[in-house]
């Protein structure tokens, strides 16, 4: 089907925000933000990708070999990156939410004041 | 708002953004019928003129290269901004070292020993990784991110305090100092000489793919891979260190 991987990006997009929706724990919740950002890679891997071509390297294949586009693999490769410094952060500051209010859970987060 | 409620609302919301997603699919090309151009140009002609056989490699620190730094910048502020935000509060005290070995969860001797294996091989995976952007799929990001986790086994296998100590923020800091500042130095060492910021100046070599071929890819590559294991050291050693501290009140 020619769609399906577009389907599974939504798909995996839903999934993560159903889980930020719901959930009763902020380190779960950071692990939903990543499942929500993990849809992103499979859109641009999605969008590059051509039929029946090789990946862009050219080590052991002829340089005019049909290889799939590598500018939206080096943006997946960014993409990672800012994850990486994204999950860092909230993590950090989860550790300091819990030291503060003693509680992860967001839902009672939410009736605390600063 | 009740969880209910928040559960309803999502689903409408859902739906909505379905919607919209489906309409924007219909614009989109089917998968696997990429339209080109820039990536059909770039393979063309990224072999011939960088030697490097690793396009994406060199799409990231050669086409690209004034994005990648930014990127690179971005783990750097990550890095300093986990390391601020979990400072010592007032009134926290870090606990007696003699206390830490009762704190810490025991670790099974399988996860040990494992960890304690992987070590040495995962090292070496991380360097070959960082030192082979120009030829394979690989890159400073990616061995940078390994080798991270070769000093983390270290930890596994409990050896907290080793791992201290060869995580040292004064030296981890010093060493992702460098790896950001080589980056940005690479590309002003080509200002220098006349052209434009991360201009390739190096020579190309000879044979596409080799280690020595691609120029200033490589030495790039080799600057982020240090940068990136630096600054995740970082993150992860200060996130360990939180284990250590007493908060006011707290326990």
């Known amino acids: ?114 | 708002m009740s969880p209910r409620r928040r559960v309803w609302v999502f689903l409408a919301a859902m739906a909505g953004l379905a919607a919209f997603y489906l309409w924007g699919l219909a614009g989109l090309p089917g998968f696997g019928s990429y339209p080109g151009p820039y990536g059909y140009i770039i393979n063309a002609i990224a072999v011939h003129q960088t030697n490097a056989t690793g396009v994406v490699s060199a799409v990231n620190f050669e086409y690209r290269g004034f994005d990648t730094v930014g990127e690179e910048f971005i783990l750097f502020v990550a890095a300093t901004g986990t390391a601020t935000v979990l400072r010592h509060l007032r009134g926290e005290r870090e606990r007696a070292p003699a206390d830490e070995d009762r704190d810490a969860p025991p670790t099974s001797e399988a996860v040990r020993m494992t960890a304690l294996i992987l070590t040495g091989p995962t090292v070496v995976m991380g360097w070959y990784l960082a030192s082979h952007a120009q030829t394979s799929p690989s890159g400073g990001f990616q061995g940078g991110v390994v080798l991270a986790t070769g000093l983390i086994l270290v930890y596994l296998a409990g050896r907290f305090l080793a791992f201290k100590r060869i995580s040292s923020v004064d030296v981890t800091d010093a060493v992702e100092a460098m790896g950001a500042g080589g980056f940005a130095a690479v590309g002003i060492g080509a200002v220098a000489m006349g052209l434009a910021y991360l201009t390739n100046f190096l020579p190309l070599g000879t044979i596409p793919g080799a280690v020595s071929s691609s120029g200033t890819i490589a030495l790039i590559s080799f600057f982020v891979g240090v940068e990136v294991g630096a600054a995740f050291i970082l993150i992860v050693s200060e996130l360990l260190d939180q284990t250590l501290l007493l908060g006011p009140g707290s326990r």
Not at chain 1, 9 to 16: T, Y
Not at chain 1, 73 to 88: G, I, K, N, R
């Open chain 1, 1 to 114: 089907m020619q769609v399906f991987p577009f389907v599974v990006v939504v798909w995996i997009l839903g999934v993560g925000l159903y889980g930020i929706v719901t959930s009763r724990h902020l380190v779960h919740q950071i692990v939903c933000l990543i499942i929500v950002q993990s849809s992103t890679y499979v859109l641009l891997l999605g969008v590059g990708y051509v039929t029946g071509a090789v990946a862009p390297y050219f080590f052991d294949v002829p340089v005019h070999t049909p290889a799939v586009d590598p500018v939206v693999q080096a943006l997946a490769l960014t993409d990672v990156v800012v994850e990486a410094a994204v999950t860092a952060l909230l993590l950090a500051f989860a550790v300091q939410a819990h030291k503060r209010f003693g509680t992860l859970d967001p839902q009672e987060l939410v009736q605390l004041r600063g």
